[in-house]
């Protein structure tokens, strides 16, 4: 068994369902550091119950991260090892970690990753779309402005998109979705590694018609849009340019940044341009 040194912070995954996808690794680690922090520690008592180790846990989720980061600090600094896993899967992939990570890094902690599960790469691996190149968008925001600019993101993308889905959410963001995706492939990937686990891989028209009332844990695969360059913006005339982000629906002061950022130029530059539109 590889021994752990004192003082390091162990990124260890967990499963996202079927509670054998946990390495030999992991298990060690989780038997040997002096303190697990968890997402959830009911959840994780229940993981650890069934792997029969008890540890001492601490609570580390999104309303505690500042304070509980400078707990986990002070502790490692005493040369705990510590543990930090999440509900499910990788911690740091759309869940609490990053805060505590990029302390430890300021303040020369090691930080060791016990790779695992973690349901984007899972999803795009068997979802038959394109792996070479990809984005992966977490959650789609909620706020309006930035969900347009995320929308806008996936229509111009010529890489695959990976996106995660609440099912309670799902409706709404295929609807999203069948503004801008057209004929492009679309792969609905729901509760991977458990009893229902499903592929969906159809159009986004056709998934709309079958995605009512799907339960469980989804994660959305979409093809890259193949026609688009990156840059073909750039190609068109700056009217041409402007007129493309006005009939997307945004204000002169968003499409004059946009503009200046797909441009990389100053953004006064082409406010000078449009100064009387
Ligand atoms: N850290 C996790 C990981 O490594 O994938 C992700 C946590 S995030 C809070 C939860 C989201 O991940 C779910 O809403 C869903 O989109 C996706 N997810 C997690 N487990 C899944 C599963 N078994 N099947 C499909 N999607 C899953």
Known sequence: MEKINNGNLYIVAT????????TIRAINTLKQVDLIAAEDTRHTLKLLN??????PLISYHRHNEDVKTEILIKELKNRKNIALVSDAGTPGICDPGEEVIKRCIDEDIKVIPIPGACAMINSLICSGIDTKEFTFLGFLPL????RKEKLLEIENSNKTIIIYEAPHKLEKTLNDL???????KIVLAREITKIHEEFIRTDIDNLINIAQNLKGEIVLIIEANKEKKENELINLTI?????HYESKGFDKKEIIKKIAKDRNVNKNEIYKLFINK
């Open 178 to 184: 069948k503004e801008i995706l057209n004929n492009r």
């Open 15 to 22: 499963p996202i369902g079927n509670l054998e996808d946990i």
């Open 50 to 55: 069934h792997l029969e180790i008890s540890k």
């Open 143 to 146: 706020n309006k402005k930035l």
């Open 239 to 243: 009217e041409e340019h402007y007129k």
